[in-house]
T-cell receptor, first 114, second 115 residues
Framework: EPEVTQTPSHQVTQMGQEVILRCVPI?????FYWYRQILGQKVEFLVS????????KSEIFDDQFSVERPDGSNFTLKIRSTKLEDSAMYFC????????????FGSGTQLSVL | KQEVTQIPAALSVPEGENLVLNCSFT??????LQWFRQDPGKGLTSLLL?????REQTSGRLNASLDKSSGRSTLYIAASQPGDSATYLC??????????????FGKGTHLIIQP
């Protein structure tokens, strides 16, 4: 069964460093998302992406964050200057074109900012 | 602002029991509601999706209902098995005129099925 793939599974970085989290969505999907989950807290929406542009972003997704689909398969989340509070599990998700389709999640990247 | 609450936060039952997980949301203007399963250290797996116009959805031993006007959904698990042990998350998508929209999640119900 097709799946959303995320790399790396774990990433450790120093505060102030830039990180790029990578995702390969399911190949025929057109809508892409990033969510995050801080340990012990709810899963939170960050951003949605469609037709090579951001469709919606949450209050969390400030100027330190950016997303890109550099080619036909990858979808990346960049954090420009990481802070301690950016430590979380980051999930990529995708869905098909048709409204109402289920969302498919990757297994996540655990980001630890030291 | 939409808030999603799930009760109970944790539940431990013997194998074979039928059980109900509850989800409530504050803004009834939703587009759809999804139930997810999350296993430790893994991503989320969508179990059932209910459109705002629907009352329930079924998949195998799982049945999800939706009462949009009262802001409630339930996930019914029949004949529970140890493999059902996981955290179950409820998430709502608000009404959207566009094609993409973020989900608002509850904190989940941590379910343990005792063998």
């Amino acid at each position: 069964e097709p799946e959303v793939t995320q790399t790396p599974s774990h990433q450790v970085t120093q505060m102030g460093q830039e990180v790029i989290l990578r995702c390969v969505p399911i190949s025929n999907h057109l809508y892409f998302y990033w969510y995050r989950q801080i340990l012990g807290q709810k899963v939170e929406f960050l951003v949605s992406f469609y037709n090579n542009e951001i469709s919606e972003k949450s209050e969390i997704f400030d100027d330190q964050f950016s997303v890109e689909r550099p080619d036909g398969s990858n979808f990346t989340l960049k954090i420009r200057s990481t802070k301690l509070e950016d430590s979380a599990m980051y999930f990529c998700a995708s869905r098909k074109d048709r409204e109402g389709e289920k969302l498919f999640f990757g297994s996540g990247t655990q980001l630890s900012v030291l | 602002k939409q808030e999603v609450t799930q009760i109970p936060a944790a539940l431990s039952v013997p194998e074979g029991e039928n059980l109900v997980l509850n989800c409530s949301f504050t803004d009834s203007a939703i587009y759809n509601l999804q139930w997810f399963r999350q296993d430790p250290g893994k991503g989320l797996t969508s179990l059932l999706l209910i459109q705002s116009s629907q009352r329930e959805q079924t998949s195998g031993r799982l049945n999800a209902s939706l009462d949009k006007s009262s802001g409630r959904s339930t996930l019914y698990i029949a004949a529970s098995q140890p493999g059902d042990s996981a955290t179950y998350l409820c998430a709502v998508r608000r009404r959207s005129g566009g094609g993409a929209d973020g989900l608002t999640f509850g904190k989940g119900t941590h379910l343990i099925i005792q063998p």
